[in-house]
């Protein structure tokens, strides 16, 4: 299983999830691509810029691969104070 | 030993109470810098949602401090940020720092405050009169935060 969680904005246009590594999904760029295509709300929101990935609660700055027992998070962008 | 404290609040909290508690840990410190943020507006039929992720939020925020603490000779900081819902006036986040002279301070806490405000994991939602929309660092923020590149 994969643990997969949306913040902000990206957090309206989807729920957790919790599911088994999509076949043929190896990496966060297959993840965003699988998700895009479950979900046109969700596709629509991870297309904006200054969205963040974390895998593993550490911010990713390129694709990286992906394995089961993972938690990916997509973040819009933040705003705290 | 660097005083340190961080706390995400669920609730509301009292920022002269932080104070005062900041007070009593901050051994031969000659200067405290302390910052409130609050929800803006008086009165107004406006509600602030704030969330984050767990964990992730907290380990942040304390790099961004480990950082403050290389860069300035702080001996103590209090950071506290509430999530949840709020309303006009009440305090959103605070920022305290000390030292043994004023001026490291104050450029710690401000620069505790641009990275809390464009770097944190936090994501603030505002209600008006029923209509809820995102607030997202604006270019403002981001600037204020360059200015601490090295």
Not at chain 1, 16 to 24: H, I, Q, S, T, Y
Not at chain 1, 55 to 75: C, F, H, P, W
Not at chain 2, 69 to 85: A, C, K, Y
Not at chain 2, 115 to 132: D, H
Request: proline share 3%; net charge negative.
């Amino acid at each position: 299983m994969i643990e997969i969680l949306f913040f902000g904005r990206l957090g309206d246009a989807s729920e957790a999830l919790r599911v088994e590594l999509p076949d043929g999904v190896v990496d966060t760029d297959g993840l965003t691509i699988w998700l895009s295509a479950k979900n046109s709300f969700l596709a629509a929101e991870l297309q904006k810029s200054g969205n963040r990935i974390a895998v593993n609660k550490t911010i990713i700055a390129q694709n990286k691969s992906l394995k089961r027992g993972d938690e990916i998070a997509y973040m819009s962008p933040l705003s705290g104070g | 030993m660097t005083a340190t404290y961080l706390k995400i609040c669920k609730q509301r909290f009292d920022p002269e109470a932080e104070h005062k508690a900041f007070r009593e840990v901050i051994n031969g410190a000659g200067a405290i810098v302390a910052f409130t943020g609050l929800v803006r507006g008086e009165g107004e039929d406006l509600t602030l949602t704030l969330s984050h992720y767990p964990d992730f939020t907290e380990s942040q925020i304390l790099e961004i401090a480990k950082t403050a603490e290389t860069r300035w000779p702080i001996t103590g900081w209090r950071i506290l940020h509430r999530v949840g819902t709020m309303q006009a006036e009440e305090p959103i986040v605070f920022v305290a720092t000390a030292s043994r002279h004023r001026r490291d301070a104050f450029e710690a806490a401000d620069f505790l405050m641009d990275y809390l405000k464009s770097e944190a994991a936090f994501w603030k939602s505002e209600s008006v009169a029923g209509k809820t929309r995102w607030i997202e660092p604006r270019a403002q923020d981001i600037t204020d935060k360059k200015r601490w590149a090295d």
